[in-house]
């Protein structure tokens, strides 16, 4: 079992910046990848960034050259920090991680860009 917590939403105006934490609990050993999520009013939850096995980096199109993901394992963190903020970015915010048999899902964080 995985547990998973988000933070570090909020509402920022155009061009702003926010930092999103999600600290991993339980069963850490048998993560395979990890990433974040968004879904936003209306449309399907789609992938924004993501670690996978442990060391290759994907980003969304649209997120690339303004997002950032990185993780700190000391701190069992994963974070995904979000530079030149868009209204399109609008969005809640979830973190998921990947083990061998199963997908765990974080509660979200809203996310709101004012224009």
């Known amino acids: 079992q995985v547990q998973l917590v988000e933070s570090g939403g909020g509402l920022v105006q155009a061009g702003g910046s926010l930092r999103l934490s999600c600290v991993v609990s339980?069963?850490?050993?048998?993560?395979?990848?990890m990433g974040w999520y968004r879904q936003a009013p209306g449309k399907q939850r789609e992938l924004v960034a993501a670690i996978l096995s442990g060391t290759k980096i994907k980003y969304a199109d649209s997120v690339k050259d303004r997002f950032t993901i990185s993780r700190d394992n000391a701190k069992k963190t994963m974070y995904l920090q979000m530079n030149s903020l868009k209204p399109e970015d609008t969005a809640v915010y979830y973190c998921?991680?990947?083990?061998?048999?199963?997908?765990?899902w974080g509660q979200g964080t809203q996310v709101t860009v004012s224009s």
């Open positions: 998921n991680v990947l083990t061998g048999s199963s997908s765990y």
């Open positions: 339980g069963n850490i050993f048998s993560i395979n990848d």
